[in-house]
T-cell receptor, first 112, second 110 residues
Framework: EAGVAQSPRYKIIEKRQSVAFWCNPI?????LYWYQQILGQGPKLLIQ????????DSQLPKDRFSAERLKGVDSTLKIQPAKLEDSAVYLC??????????FGPGTRLTVL | QKEVEQNSGPLSVPEGAIASLNCTYS??????FFWYRQYSGKSPELIMS????GDKEDGRFTAQLNKASQYVSLLIRDSQPSDSATYLC??????????FGQGTELSVKP
């Protein structure tokens, strides 16, 4: 079974620039998550999709972050404009149902 | 009060000893509980899940849940240097949202 795919693996940008991350979940997993993990902290849920509908985006900074999951399969997360505090690892995960998520390798973002 | 709290560590144990990792949570309606292992520079990996009070054993790992005390723990028997990692406690609240603790760093010394 192929795992969760993410790209790019690393990204360095300057503040106020925009960036986009891509995720392809495990085949058949209806639930897809984007987490932000700052160094030394646990992952923080940004947005949760069930198929192509949003279940929870209460911690997504909507003035700068956006996410979509067209056709209920892969997903993109965008940041525009980026701030220094957005430097983190962005993890995509998927599962059949909430809990027990399988995580992708993550995208390490550095904002200078 | 944080929703999910763990001792940040680092926790250092000698090889072959029992490592005990603890987690408390604040939402009484939480239904399911998970332990993830995260090696440095890698993504979290699910190692244990527990849904009812008591103990659940899987190899060298035992998860313990006490809903009345809002407490979850993970015991690692016969600790090995390869167990050195950060262990994340995650709680699925009644709203279907997974909340992670900050993680406990475990170091197993040969």
């Amino acid at each position: 079974e192929a795992g969760v795919a993410q790209s790019p693996r690393y990204k360095i940008i300057e503040k106020r620039q925009s960036v986009a991350f891509w995720c392809n979940p495990i085949s058949g997993h209806a639930t897809l998550y984007w987490y932000q993990q700052i160094l030394g902290q646990g992952p923080k849920l940004l947005i949760q999709f069930q198929n192509n509908g949003v279940v929870d985006d209460s911690q997504l900074p909507k003035d700068r972050f956006s996410a979509e999951r067209l056709k209920g399969v892969d997903s993109t997360l965008k940041i525009q404009p980026a701030k220094l505090e957005d430097s983190a690892v962005y993890l995509c995960a998927s599962s059949f149902a909430p809990g027990g998520e399988f995580f992708g390798p993550g995208t390490r973002l550095t904002v200078l | 009060q944080k929703e999910v709290e763990q001792n940040s560590g680092p926790l250092s144990v000698p090889e072959g000893a029992i490592a005990s990792l603890n987690c408390t949570y604040s939402d009484r309606v939480s239904q399911s509980f998970f332990w993830y292992r995260q090696y440095s520079g890698k993504s979290p990996e699910l190692i244990m899940s527990i849904y009812s009070n008591g103990d659940k054993e899987d190899g060298r790992f035992t998860a313990q849940l006490n809903k009345a005390s809002q407490y979850v723990s993970l015991l690692i028997r016969d600790s090995q240097p390869s167990d050195s990692a950060t262990y994340l406690c995650a709680v699925n609240t009644g709203r279907g949202k997974l909340i992670f603790g900050q993680g406990t760093e475990l170091s197993v010394k040969p």
